[in-house]
């Protein structure tokens, strides 16, 4: 098959690779003429772990290339899949689609047979329908259907959960495109991924209620740990006990300083916007939005609390900034709620983070980055856990007493044990624990 991925991002990138690795031609395209050079050079635009490997190798086999023509990419091809941003529009929190309506006037205009188009990106209730509208008004001549396929893969386990993922969703009543849509999947499903076949709208929704839905759950499990410090329980062991019954399920209840990262924040507030539009306010969505805002600066709260009464002036080191391990993606990271409470409070901040530092230092220049942890930790009053890298994870916690100003360490992650951390002379403050 012969597929067109427009937007080279995130989603559009390891997508267009892992399609080519199933065999599929394709060519990604993107606007943005220095990311496709750097693409044909063998440089990614982002940090995923094995994505340039992957690239690399389909590259060399000569089914994945790159393009800024979106018109011949266009022309002749089996599939056309949009994969661009839709990010929160600036003053309402509405998903902004100018980026997907002008990827399809151009599919429009460059398109040479009937296609099938395809959005990836996350997209609102009823934006297929508007897309669909477009093509069918600029090309009456050509029968285009428009299929919704929502992409669920995590950053830094993107090709993974896109090679082996729980499900496939496509979004369409038209007979020839799922056929199609089959043919693009088949290499996934023979491997066992069930599909499910739905209709558009109820594939558009089902991203924005899986995403709401993991964010309710941390959001939970957040609000369990804080009635777990307030009762003295262990916030792991609820954790464990509620989630091995299967219907609860273990995964996301791990507790932390809240979720952030390019989903779960703009996908909520674009859920809320939709409810709001079709009057069904969604009151549990509200509140995990409004609490997850103010527990990442809370987090910085507990910081403080843990350096004692007197705050002003002394050090903390943060380790890990992006808003999750294995990505170099800082946005709605809540280091940043962090870093701002604390210099509110007048602490100083010295920071590391494996692959974040540059996305970090453009949006918090006032804070001093250092090489690694220990760098960091040099002359700190506490050291702070905010992201789980595994770099965080086996820590020499002499050495890091010896070069701190004073053994204070805030856990926001829960990596360690309270008793491997006291017993290293550490003051320790962890996460409803
Ligand atoms: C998410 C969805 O998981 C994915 O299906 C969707 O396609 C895009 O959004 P991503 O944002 O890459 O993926 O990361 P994810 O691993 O889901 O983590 C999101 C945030 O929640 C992070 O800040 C993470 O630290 C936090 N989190 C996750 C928790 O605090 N606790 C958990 O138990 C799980």
Wanted: one cysteine or more; glycine letters at 10%.
């Amino acid at each position: 098959m012969r597929i067109t991925m427009i937007g080279s991002g995130y989603v559009g990138l390891v997508s267009g690779a892992c399609f080519s690795d199933f065999g599929h031609d394709v060519i990604c395209v993107d606007k943005d003429a220095g990311k496709i050079e750097a693409l044909e050079a063998g440089r990614m635009p982002i940090y995923e772990p094995g994505l340039e490997q992957l690239v690399a190798a389909n590259v060399a086999a000569g089914r994945l290339t790159f393009s800024t023509d979106l018109a011949a990419s266009v022309a002749g091809t089996d599939a056309v899949f949009i994969a661009v941003g839709t990010p929160s529009r600036r003053g309402d929190g509405h998903a902004d689609l100018s980026y997907v309506f002008a990827a399809t006037e151009e599919i429009a205009a460059a398109a040479t047979g009937p296609t099938v188009v395809v959005t990836k990106s996350t997209v609102p209730v009823g934006t297929g329908d508007r897309v669909e509208a477009i093509l069918r008004e600029k090309r009456p001549d050509l029968d285009m259907p428009v299929v919704s396929n929502p992409e669920f893969l995590r950053e830094g386990a993107a090709i993974g959960d896109f090679k082996r993922p729980d499900r496939i969703v496509i979004g369409t009543d038209d007979e020839r495109a799922r056929g199609v849509m089959r043919a693009v999947y088949r290499p996934l499903y023979l491997g066992e991924s069930p599909i499910v076949f739905t209709g558009r709208r109820t594939s558009e929704l089902i991203k924005y209620a899986a995403n709401a839905f993991l964010a309710t759950k941390i959001t939970f499990i957040n609000e369990i740990a804080d009635l777990c410090e307030a009762v003295g329980a262990d916030v792991k062991d609820v954790s464990r006990g509620i989630g091995l019954d299967n219907r609860i399920g273990k995964k996301f209840l791990h507790a932390g300083p809240g979720y952030g990262g390019s989903c779960f924040p703009k996908d909520t507030l674009a859920l809320l916007k939709t409810a709001e539009d079709f009057e069904t306010p969604m009151q549990i969505v509200e509140a995990v939005v409004k609490v997850n805002d103010s527990r990442k600066r809370a987090m910085g709260r507990k910081v403080l609390h843990a350096l004692g009464d007197d705050a002003k002036g002394k050090t903390v080191a943060l380790l890990g900034l992006t808003f999750k391990p294995n990505t170099d993606d800082m946005r709605d990271a809540p280091s940043i709620a962090i870093a701002q409470a604390l210099d509110d409070a007048g602490v100083a901040v010295r920071a590391y983070d494996p692959e974040g530092m540059a996305a970090a230092k453009a949006l918090m220049p006032a804070l001093t980055y250092c090489r690694d942890a220990y760098e960091a930790a040099t002359g700190a009053d506490a050291v702070v856990i905010v992201t789980e890298w595994d770099a965080f994870r086996a820590l020499d916690f002499a050495r890091l007493k010896g070069v701190m100003a004073a053994p204070v360490m805030v856990d926001l992650r829960n990596v360690y044990a309270r008793d491997g951390v006291e017993g290293a002379g550490f003051s320790y403050t962890a996460v409803g624990r």
